[in-house]
């Protein structure tokens, strides 16, 4: 469920300046838990997840790749090309 649909001038939108901010697990097709971060949304169709100032492991960092997740730090710039 998401916790807030809001404007944000340096996130991307949804065609209308809003976003979907979500904070809860994202979960694989077959129900699994990949990763539990701090908020996560889409932009077409990609998933950009936010784990806050504690990234996540070696291996759920792996997991989220092979899924197709990006992952975001803050602080840092992104790039939205990628």
Sequence with gaps: MPIATMPFSWAPHNGEGFITIVQEPILASDGEIL???????????QVIACFGNEQPGAHIRFKLEDAGIEIIIPGEE?????
Excluded: M
Aim: net charge negative; charged share 30%; glycine share 0%.
């Design 35 to 45: 990763a539990e971060p701090v908020f996560w949304f889409k932009e077409n169709n």
């Design 78 to 82: 992104w790039d939205r090309s990628s």
